[in-house]
């Protein structure tokens, strides 16, 4: 029988070594001893349980934060006090819509952000409006900028509780289309804006709060949203594998570990975007190069208190104009029609020029008959769907047409692939998903094989299955024709232009996150209201503090776990000194039946 040893647990006088099954203990006490130290150790599992996988840290990062998803797909309840709300009005270069947000009260750890959702009204649709044309129409109509927006800022104000307005924070944000206008139309149309907003709506705005922000501030603002989404500016959790050593920058500052952040690449019509975050300090080869890189990397603290560095980003963002999906196959055509063109005129060679004799295509579909016109000159085209060369012919489109911002000469922050995670979105996931259902996890070979088969699939083949509906819905006949082009141009992008091996395994391309759409205005408002918690603080401050078990703070949770321990232990003690009670009982007993025993004349035996 095995023996317990607890002469670790008592002085120095009491050891001994004691097992209950050889004190002669009934099998009653046996049942006894074994369920009392079950539920001694199951007292200590328990505090354990209690103590790490349901702190309030714990309970932020896991079950809160299932339920605050469920929570955001639900309808808003707007007559809870406690909830706050703020407007972001995205004024963009075709239109502008406005989008409402709201918070509960900060959770009171100054590491954590705002808990920011978008509202949702009674019918569980986000409440969101939009209107066209864009507020850049107005460049030499700006008196009329605050009657554009009073469509939207009325339905935004609508929705929210009359008596919340003048706590809500509202931002209006310019993007592209305002970009174009010179400073001076600029500042016509925000002066308006700052003059008769405040005159009929109740909204908390001030001239800082309507701006014109670059496409590195969108970049930044879109980087933000998806990272929030994804949980990823949550404190990293024992055992997590997906952490990152951060250096920060500062003097005599140890690198901090955090959560890993994702990375954005998106792929629009007309530009491509990239956004990462750089862990490490970034040494330079060159001045030039450091000059540079200053106007990619934006460093920000997204926390509540600037002294603190948990909440400080380092994320290299760059736009590429003209590399986007459609404006690549303009300039292709450009190129087509071009060369076709001189080489005609030079040799005479009539292909392309006429219908009878079409430029063979490589990036189109097999069979697919076009043509392309530029400056009444028309060249005609037919497919014959050879992805590989396809790949050849594009590639050269990554230098251009800015050289000094083209893909093969940008600088570009370092990436660490073995420890990084992105999203594609936008025509990364078009290209991979609409026709290819092949969206989610990337895999480029799989990719390939799957690009190459498509564009040598016959045109007549690719119609019927669009006519059949086995393609995603939103498939159409001009991702039919562009497919080809599209799925070598993107890789092309990915590999050669941003490097990433191909046997990079953590790229997901997405369309949705949790089922829904992120907007960079959801990063706008996180960054812009990232000093509110630190007022909430402030003012739990000054307030009584009533202790109540579902506010027991990290601290005090190990305190009982601590207390646990001890009583456990204590239990132990004292039972080990009834055994010990007992087993001196039984051998006086038994020293009287000896003594006895020899009064009687009965041998002794030892």
């Not at 701006?211 to 959790?237: P, T």
């Not at 460093?299 to 994320?315: A, I, K, M, P, S």
């Not at 007549?460 to 509906?469: A, E, H, N, V």
């Not at 091996?501 to 960079?520: F, G, H, M």
Request: charged share 20%.
């Amino acid at each position: 029988m095995a023996r317990l040893s607890f002469s670790c647990l008592l002085p120095a006088s009491w050891h001994f070594s004691v097992s209950p099954f050889s004190l002669g203990v009934t099998p009653r006490q046996r049942l006894v001893f074994l369920a009392f130290f079950l539920a001694c150790f199951l007292l200590l599992f328990l505090a354990m349980l209690h103590t790490h996988r349901w702190s309030p840290a714990h309970r932020a990062g896991q079950l809160d934060k299932y339920m605050s998803i469920i929570e955001t797909m639900e309808a808003t309840d707007i007559a809870n006090p406690s909830l706050n709300f703020g407007v972001v009005v995205d004024c963009g270069s075709s239109g502008s819509r406005v989008f409402v947000y709201y918070w509960p009260p900060h959770n009171g750890n100054p590491h954590s952000l705002l808990d920011i959702r978008q509202m949702r009204d009674h019918n569980r649709t986000p409440v969101v409006k939009k209107i066209k044309p864009g507020i850049s129409t107005l460049a030499h109509t700006p008196d009329k900028a605050s009657d554009y927006l009073q469509p939207l800022l009325k339905f935004a104000a609508e929705h929210i509780p009359k008596k919340k307005h003048k706590e809500t924070p509202l931002y209006i944000l310019c993007t592209a289309g305002m970009r174009l206008l010179s400073e001076s139309q600029q500042g016509a149309i925000l002066k308006d804006l700052f003059t008769d907003v405040p005159l009929e709506f109740d909204f908390l705005f001030s001239s800082s709060h309507a701006e014109v922000i670059s496409g590195k501030q969108e970049g930044v603002y879109a980087w933000i949203g998806i990272n929030f989404v994804l949980g990823r500016f949550d404190h990293a959790e024992e055992g997590d594998d997906a952490v990152v050593a951060v250096s920060t920058g500062t003097q005599n500052q140890q690198p901090i570990s955090r959560k890993r952040t994702v990375g954005i690449i998106d792929m629009g019509g007309a530009s491509l975007q990239i956004a990462y975050e750089v862990p490490s300090a970034i040494t330079f080869s060159s001045p030039e190069q450091e000059n540079a890189a200053k106007t990619l990397l934006a460093e920000f603290n997204l926390g509540c208190d600037v002294e603190h560095t948990q909440h400080v980003y380092r994320v290299y963002v760059t736009t590429f104009l003209g590399f986007g999906g459609n404006m690549a196959r303009q300039r292709y055509e450009d190129f087509l029609v071009n060369r076709t063109v001189s080489r005609s005129r030079l040799t005479g060679d009539q292909t392309g020029i006429s219908a009878s004799s079409p430029y063979s295509d490589p990036c189109l579909p097999v069979g697919l008959e076009d043509s392309v016109q530029r400056d009444e000159q028309t060249v005609f085209l037919r497919g014959h769907g050879d992805w590989l060369k396809c790949q050849e012919v594009v590639r050269p489109f990554l230098g251009q047409p800015n050289t000094s911002a083209s893909l093969l000469r940008v600088y570009r922050a370092p990436v660490d692939f073995h420890n990084s995670e992105f999203y594609g979105f936008s025509e990364f996931y078009y290209c991979t998903e609409d026709v290819l259902r092949i969206g989610g996890n990337y895999d480029s070979a799989k990719y390939a094989r799957a690009a190459r088969d498509y564009c040598a699939t016959k045109w007549s083949t690719l119609t019927q299955r669009l006519d059949s509906k086995l393609y995603s819905s939103q498939a159409d006949i001009s991702r039919l024709k562009y497919q080809c082009f599209k799925s070598a141009w993107m890789y092309e992008v990915l590999h050669s232009g941003f490097k990433f091996p191909k046997d990079y395994p953590s790229l997901k391309t997405a369309q949705l996150v949790y089922d829904k759409e992120v907007q960079w205005t959801l990063g706008a408002i996180l960054f812009k209201t990232r000093f509110l918690p630190l007022r909430d603080l402030q003012q739990e401050a000054f307030r009584p503090s009533h202790s109540s078990w579902p506010r027991f703070s990290f601290v005090y949770n190990h305190y009982l776990f601590l207390a646990c321990i001890l009583v456990v232990l204590l239990a132990i003690l004292l039972y080990i000194l009834r055994l010990r009670r007992i087993h001196r009982r039984e051998q006086r007993q038994a020293e009287t039946l000896d003594l006895l025993w020899v009064e009687e004349g009965e041998p002794l035996t030892g």
